[in-house]
């Protein structure tokens, strides 16, 4: 166990680990230049499963700034001859990675679910996302679109093309391990960038398991490289490298605004998806049944650790009590526990220092005047629960809007109901925190919906369904405290992952001076 002693001082999951004597776990190591290597500091961290921290997923090197330097290099390297390489070849590579997804499937999403906690659908439905972007994303191999506009001159023709950034450092979370890194890797590669990615401490394995498809596939040394680690030591140092023209960042608000100023430092691309305070809006007409499946899902899918979750719902006064009494019924009868085990309806939460997080909110939201703990609000501990970090699915209700559980992402299974009077106030409170992503509304006016619709200043909208549910062909993003304006998916990542070169092609074989020449009929 010589390797296997240090623990990443942040991450409680592995610290929790660290300490019991077993037989050494399985090495995974950084992929560099196109070889597995160990990081020069020797050191490990282990990964364990949160919902049975007895259970070691496997150990991941320690990496120091100095490994990110040599994946830096690499990347670097290998960047003009995968820049060069027909876009629609770079994305032949890709349909075979799509390939390997497929039918890895199951054993990727297994591994997901013990690195990480969600339940075995929804760690398979992690894995078709990244399956659905690859495909979908591979296919701009053949467009990659650009375009053609008249000159403003004679015998002179001008367009546009887009040309990669470069290279480009990938930091992502630990909630949707292969889907998010997949949709930063998949587009930066079919628009001709390398890349180093830098994985969450919670869940490298995912992240190995995207990086290992890619060597299979034949994806060139140096154009992917892994390192894995601390983000204030490699996360930092990728940011901070010279070399590294862009990066793309998804996690908290908190970090995204570090990961911002050093990229502002040095002029840096830096595309951010960070936190989220998401609203169900239910009206006096809606289907109440079908806003509660709508609300247990956005609230307690993932454990409410999505970006996207429905952590507020608000709630017509002539429906509040038939809505929440139906809402406390389905979170009490949910059944958490193990995600591999098929019965369980809701996972573990990520770690130890997320579960004091979030049994500090349940606190606070008791303490706060006027809201009412209506179900859950308790760790479970007990039997099967002893070795892992469960919470009980928590509903607040009679909550007013500016208490700190309706303003601040607490990202765990916990949902606030807010009543109101009207649409008019609902859309205030929605509109009411300082995050941007996701919005939902529940109705049977069309005429309201579209109101809605074009009243809530989100990146993403649903009538009539949860505030989760993003499909790869549409962008993705939030305004104001989640992201600084860029969207991923789509064909909007492309903007993200290329920039744009105008190109003006002057034929007339004499100069012509845009802006101070006259055109003449004759
Ligand atoms: P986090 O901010 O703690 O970590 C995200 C990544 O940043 C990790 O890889 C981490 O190692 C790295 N990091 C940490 N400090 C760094 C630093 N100083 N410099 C560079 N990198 C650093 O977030 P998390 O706990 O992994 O994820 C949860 C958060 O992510 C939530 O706020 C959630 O809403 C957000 N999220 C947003 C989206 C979206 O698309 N908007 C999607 C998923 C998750």
């Known amino acids: 166990m010589a390797e296997a002693k240090k623990a990443l001082g942040r991450n409680s999951k592995k610290q929790a680990r660290a300490a019991q004597p077993r037989t050494t776990p399985k090495a995974y190591p950084n992929y560099i230049g196109g070889e597995w290597v160990s990081s020069g500091s020797g050191e490990w961290f282990e990964n364990v499963n949160p919902a049975d921290t007895r259970d070691c997923v496997g150990r991941f090197p320690v990496s120091t700034a100095r490994d990110i330097e040599r994946a830096v290099a690499a990347a670097r390297d290998a960047a003009d001859k995968w820049r060069r390489l027909p876009a629609p070849r770079r994305a032949e590579i890709l349909f075979r990675l799509g390939e390997i997804l497929i039918r890895q499937k199951e054993t990727f999403a297994r591994e997901m679910t013990r690195e990480m906690g969600k339940v075995l659908k929804e760690t398979g439905g992690d894995v078709q996302e990244a399956i659905d972007c690859t495909y979908y994303t591979a296919g701009e191999g053949r467009r990659l679109h650009g375009f053609t506009t008249p000159a403003e001159m004679p015998d002179k023709f001008a367009m546009c093309v887009r040309q990669p950034v470069g290279l480009c450092g990938l930091i992502t979370p630990w909630n949707f391990p292969m889907a998010i890194p997949s949709w930063k890797l998949i587009p930066a590669l079919v628009c001709g960038n390398t890349v180093v990615i830098k994985p969450a401490e919670d869940t490298p394995l995912s992240t190995y398991n995207l990086v290992k498809s890619c060597e299979e596939v034949g994806i060139p040394a140096g154009v992917v490289n892994l390192v894995t680690g601390h983000g204030e030591t490699v996360g930092a140092a990728l940011t901070e490298h010279p070399s590294v023209r862009l990066i793309s960042f998804t996690g908290s608000t908190e970090t995204g605004r570090l990961v911002a100023s050093s990229c502002a430092e040095r002029n840096a691309i830096c595309s951010l998806e960070m936190g989220g305070k998401n609203v169900i809006i239910v009206m006096e007409d809606a289907d109440v049944d079908l806003a509660v499946e709508g609300a247990v899902w ?192 789509g064909t909007q990542v492309l903007d993200i992952f290329t920039e744009w070169k105008s190109v003006y092609v002057d034929y007339s074989g004499k100069l012509q001076r845009a802006q101070i020449d006259e055109v003449n009929f004759e």
């Open 298 to 489: 956005g609230a307690f899918g993932t454990s409410g650790q999505r970006c996207t979750a429905s952590s507020r719902v608000v709630v017509h006064k002539k429906v509040y009590k038939k809505f929440t009494q139906q809402l406390v019924e389905r979170a009490k009868n949910l059944r958490v526990g193990d995600g591999l085990d098929e019965r369980t309806d809701m996972g573990p939460v990520i770690n130890a220092d997320a579960l004091h997080k979030i049994l500090g909110y349940i606190e606070v939201g008791q303490r706060e005047d006027r809201a009412k703990l209506a179900c859950g609000g308790r760790r479970l501990e007990k039997g099967e629960y002893a070795h892992g970090y469960f919470v009980e699915p928590t509903v607040f209700t009679d909550a007013s809007p500016g208490m700190r559980i309706a303003q601040e992402e607490i990202f765990g299974p916990v949902t606030t109901v807010i009543p109101v009077g009207s649409l008019e106030e609902a859309i205030e409170i929605g509109n009411g925190v300082r995050y941007g992503l996701s919005a939902s509304i529940y109705t049977q006016d069309v005429n309201r919906a579209f109101h809605a619709m074009n009243e809530m200043y989100t990146g993403i909208f649903y009538v009539n369904s949860s505030t989760i549910g993003a499909e790869v062909h549409l962008p993705f993003g939030g305004t104001k405290a989640t992201g600084n304006g860029h969207r991923e998916a």
